[in-house]
């Protein structure tokens, strides 16, 4: 899954703001000679799995096995969250992010929902809204972070459950619908507030016009294989992740099926914006979008299986199993990274190994009403909270 950048980030003053030319070049992933760097793995903060990632006014985030939300800083990758938001080590599945970038939104099992605002630090916990306690699959925001997000959660039972900020801040979840008869839906992108589209394990491809409320079937009739991701360019730019080294692509007619891997590994994760895009596969591959049903191969220094992939300003990432990170640093790399808020960064205390450490805060689960210790960065979280629905 992914999520994303699936767009551009608009970045604001004190968080790496790019100019209009600056910003396409770097989406584009040139550096100043016009040449992309190469892929390079680094130091992970975790041994699990790592299932997507995303891209930030801050820089690249992924999140994984165990509740873990990891950052790149300048210091490396650092882990921000530990066992996720309710302290239950429930397994996240899927990011995505405001279209300021300001905020992440994560989505796993259980029913786990998460927000962690990159500038004001502080991680919410959102999960099991309306009582839904099943694994979600993936999420997709659009929105400005904390004033008029609009939240779309998949699961595994093939719902869809949307969420709108209200003007007191809480959450406003609208009617559960299954835009795709009842089968797992993997992945879910918008490209506007009201237009997106998901995709199945029964291979269903469905579009929606209304923000989600209907959705009507646009393929794919004559696919036989594994579907695990999808990329909403635009109502007539769709790519979906498959297998057999397959990436569809829909261009508001018909289907094309395109085999960018000739080894027909899987391709797990699929990041796009209108000009660029970017997935990612079985064997440690990436392929880059070079023009419209052209993809580039690329073997990274890693062999295991990429689930996630993220298309940045400045820094690329690919995530997967083991916690293996791969990234690709483009120009001077310092696009997404959060050199300037308005929030004093504390500082963590080193422990032996070299990891941050790690602050334990006892709280009250909402739901369970009961005392939990989250575990969290404090380097990188200030406050936590539950957050509200209704």
């Not at 992939?309 to 990274?337: C, K, L, P, Q, W």
Request: aromatic share 6%.
């Amino acid at each position: 899954m992914t999520r994303h950048t699936r767009r551009e980030i608009l970045r604001f003053a004190g968080v790496g703001a790019l100019g209009g030319a600056g910003a396409v070049a770097s989406a584009v992933g040139e550096n100043e000679d016009g040449a992309q760097g190469a892929w390079e793995a680094v130091d992970s903060p975790t041994d699990k799995p790592l299932n997507s990632a995303v891209d930030t006014a801050a820089g690249p985030y992924a999140v994984g096995g165990g509740g873990d939300v990891v950052g790149r800083t300048d210091d490396g990758w650092q882990k921000v969250v530990e066992y996720g938001p309710q302290a239950r080590s429930r397994p996240l599945t899927g990011v995505d992010a405001t279209d300021d970038g300001a905020a992440v939104w994560f989505v796993g099992g259980s029913g786990v929902i998460g927000e962690y605002n990159v500038e004001t630090r502080t991680l919410t916990n959102y999960s099991a809204p309306k009582g839904k306690t099943s694994t979600w699959e993936d999420c997709a925001v659009r929105g400005t972070a904390g004033e008029d997000e609009r939240l779309f959660f998949v699961n595994g039972s093939g719902e869809l459950l949307v969420g709108v900020r209200q003007d007191s801040g809480a959450m406003e979840y609208r009617d559960v619908i299954k835009p795709g008869g009842g089968s797992t839906i993997p992945g879910i992108d918008f490209h506007s507030r009201s237009a997106g589209h998901v995709c199945s394990t029964s291979q269903f491809v469905a579009e929606t016009g209304d923000g989600g409320e209907s959705w009507n079937r646009i393929g794919i009739g004559f696919a036989g294989t594994s579907f695990f991701d999808v990329a909403s360019a635009g109502e007539r730019d769709v790519n979906v992740a498959a297998g057999n080294g397959i990436v569809y692509r829909y261009d508001g007619f018909r289907w094309t099926p395109h085999v960018v891997d000739d080894e027909r590994q899987a391709i797990r994760s699929v990041d796009r914006t209108p000009d660029s895009g970017i997935a990612a596969g079985d064997g440690g591959k990436v392929y880059e979008r070079i023009s419209t049903g052209q993809w580039e191969r690329t073997q990274t220094p890693v062999e295991t299986k990429l689930r996630g992939v993220a298309r940045g300003s400045g820094v690329s990432v690919a995530v997967g199993n083991n916690g293996r990170i791969v990234e690709r640093v483009d120009g001077d790399g310092s696009g997404g990274t959060d050199t300037g808020t308005a929030t004093a960064t504390p500082t963590a205390t080193p422990t032996t190994n070299g990891t941050a450490a790690v602050d334990e805060r006892t709280v009250v689960d909402a739901d369970a009403a009961e005392r939990v210790t989250l575990r969290l960065d404090p380097a990188m979280v200030d406050g936590y909270r539950e957050g509200v629905w209704v």
